[in-house]
């Protein structure tokens, strides 16, 4: 069966240091991945995704970025956060059939980034 | 700007009555449409997946497109109380690209 991983889980970080999420999928190949951040009370904003190795598409942030090393290996960062990137941090893949993407999207745990 | 629309309520509905959501999206082009649940703190959870006009009907949940009209709903039938979240809608374009609404909060009333 296939499982998502993220991490880590929970971290507090001061304006300005670097950041790093990383998200492995196990038990499928060739996964769509997907970075969304949720602030507090607000819905899920598509950051990044990607339909293969080193295939990112961005959607909005500016001193966010993302990279797939490996086929089922999704990796967040930072340089420099801003306190406006506090938020609830989600992975997501989903799978393809018969040449398609299903677009069922499949979560791992999150990542809660405070930034102070 | 491509959006999906919902009504961030909260929607209270009494227990054993039927909750109904409802969606909008505004990106002609979406092909694929989609109902998670999402508790306090937690990550969202697929409920039901639709990808062609009309009724589809899992269990206590029964999704609707409408193409014509760019409309998505959701039927919860017998609501319990275990149902109260918060339910978002998510669209899916011809890149891949998936984008949520902001989200319904249901409450089932005991």
């Known amino acids: 069966s296939q499982t998502i991983h993220q991490w880590p889980a929970t971290l507090v970080q001061p304006v300005g240091s670097p950041l790093s999420l990383e998200c492995t999928v196990e038990?499928?190949?060739?996964?769509?991945l997907y970075w969304y951040r949720q602030a507090a009370g607000r819905g899920l904003q598509l950051l990044f995704y990607?339909?293969?190795?080193?295939?990112i598409s961005s959607e909005v942030p500016q001193n966010l970025s993302a990279s797939r090393p490996q086929d089922r290996q999704f990796i967040l960062s930072s340089k420099k956060l801003l306190l406006s990137d506090s938020g609830f941090y989600l992975c997501?893949?989903?799978?393809?059939?018969?040449?398609?993407?299903?677009?069922?999207?499949?979560f791992g745990e999150g990542s809660r980034l405070t930034v102070l | 700007q491509k959006e999906v629309e919902q009504n961030s309520g909260p929607l209270s509905v009494p227990e054993g009555a039927i909750a109904s959501l409802n969606c909008t999206y505004s990106?002609?082009?979406?092909?694929?449409f989609f109902w998670y649940r999402q508790y306090s703190g937690k990550s969202p959870e697929l409920i039901m997946s639709?990808?062609?006009?009309g009724d589809k009907e899992d269990g206590r949940f029964t999704a609707q497109l409408n193409k014509a009209s760019q409309y998505v709903s959701l039927l919860i039938r017998d609501s319990q109380p275990s149902d109260s979240a918060t339910y978002l809608c998510?669209?899916?374009?011809?890149?891949?690209?998936?984008?949520f609404g902001k989200g319904t909060r249901l409450h089932i009333l005991p």
């Open positions: 038990g499928t190949s060739n996964p769509n």
């Open positions: 997501a893949w989903s799978g393809l059939i018969r040449g398609g993407n299903t677009g069922e999207l499949f």
């Open positions: 990607s339909v293969g190795i080193g295939q």
């Open positions: 990106d002609r082009v979406s092909q694929s």
């Open positions: 998510a669209a899916m374009n011809r890149d891949d690209k998936i984008i």
């Open positions: 639709i990808y062609s006009n």
